[in-house]
C-alpha cells in the first residue's frame, strides 16, 4: 500500500524556468492539498482539491496552478520559478468521511530555485 | 483569523523525564485537532485525532488530550527513539477538509 508518492524527491531550478510536481494516492480520497514548509512557518496551505476536475486557493497561492484530471492525481505547478519558492512541498489526502478525517502525507519534494 | 500555537518551539529531556507538549487554537467551527510527528527529511505521519473537548487518545508512550481552546501531549517517560518534530493541525471549515497546521515542537530525547 504505497499511500501517497510524490514526485520527484528533489529537484533545482533556475529563476523562470517552469515545473511540475506530481502527487498521486491509492486510497481513494476525495481531498488532496499541496503544502509548502519553511523554516519557522509551519506547513502552509497552497491550494487544494475537493474532487475531480475541482481546485481551490489555499492561504499562499499566488505563484502556483494546479489541476486535479483525475481522483487520484494532483499536480502542482510552477510557471516562472523564483527563489521565494525555494521550499519543501508536500502533497496530502485525506477522505471527506466525517469520522477518520486525517491527512495522509508524502515524503515530500525538496525544491531549490537559483 | 484562525491561528495555531505550539509552545514550546523546542524542548530537551532526558530519557525517562516526561512532559508535555501544548497546542493552543483559535478558529471557528473546529471539526477536529490532530497530532503528527515528522522526522527530518520526511512527511508528517499521523498520530492522534480529537473530535470533542475531554477527548483522550492513548498510543505508547503517547497520550493526547483536548479542551475547548488547546490541547496536550503528554510523553511519559520518553526514549530517545520519540526525538522528532510534534505538529498539531485543525481541521476546519464548511467546503473540504482545510487543515490548519502549527509551526511544531522540536522534541529531542537525550540517553
Known amino acids: 500500500n504505497a499511500g501517497v508518492t510524490q514526485t520527484p524527491k528533489f529537484r533545482v531550478l533556475k529563476t523562470g524556468q517552469s515545473m511540475t510536481l506530481l502527487c498521486a494516492q491509492d486510497?481513494?480520497?476525495?481531498?488532496m492539498y499541496w503544502y509548502r514548509q519553511d523554516p519557522g512557518m509551519g506547513l502552509r496551505l497552497i491550494h487544494y482539491?475537493?474532487?475531480?476536475?475541482?481546485?481551490a486557493k489555499g492561504e499562499v497561492p499566488d505563484g502556483y496552478n494546479v489541476s486535479r484530471l483525475k481522483k487520484q492525481n494532483f499536480l502542482l505547478g510552477l510557471e516562472s520559478a523564483a527563489p521565494s519558492q525555494t521550499s519543501v512541498y508536500f502533497c496530502?489526502?485525506?477522505?471527506?468521511?466525517?469520522?477518520?478525517?486525517?491527512?495522509?502525507f508524502g515524503q515530500g519534494t525538496r525544491l531549490t530555485v537559483v | 483569523e484562525d491561528q495555531v500555537t505550539q509552545s514550546p518551539e523546542a524542548l530537551r529531556l532526558q530519557e525517562g523525564e516526561s512532559s508535555s507538549l501544548n497546542c493552543s487554537y483559535t478558529?471557528?467551527?473546529?471539526?477536529?485537532l490532530f497530532w503528527y510527528r515528522q522526522d527530518p527529511g520526511k512527511g508528517p505521519e499521523f498520530l492522534f485525532t480529537?473530535?470533542?473537548a475531554g477527548e483522550e487518545k492513548e498510543k505508547e508512550r503517547l497520550k493526547a488530550t483536548l479542551t475547548k481552546k488547546e490541547s496536550f501531549l503528554h510523553i511519559t517517560a520518553p526514549k530517545p527513539e520519540d526525538s522528532a518534530t510534534y505538529l498539531c493541525?485543525?481541521?476546519?471549515?464548511?467546503?473540504?477538509?482545510?487543515?490548519?497546521f502549527g509551526t511544531g515542537t522540536s522534541l529531542t530525547v537525550i540517553p
Open positions: 486510497m481513494n480520497h476525495e481531498y
Open positions: 482539491s475537493v474532487g475531480e476536475g475541482t481546485t
Open positions: 480529537l473530535y470533542s
Open positions: 493541525a485543525v481541521q476546519a471549515g464548511l467546503i473540504g477538509n482545510q487543515f490548519y
Open positions: 478558529v471557528s467551527g473546529l471539526r477536529g
Open positions: 496530502a489526502s485525506s477522505s471527506r468521511r466525517t469520522v477518520n478525517t486525517e491527512a495522509f
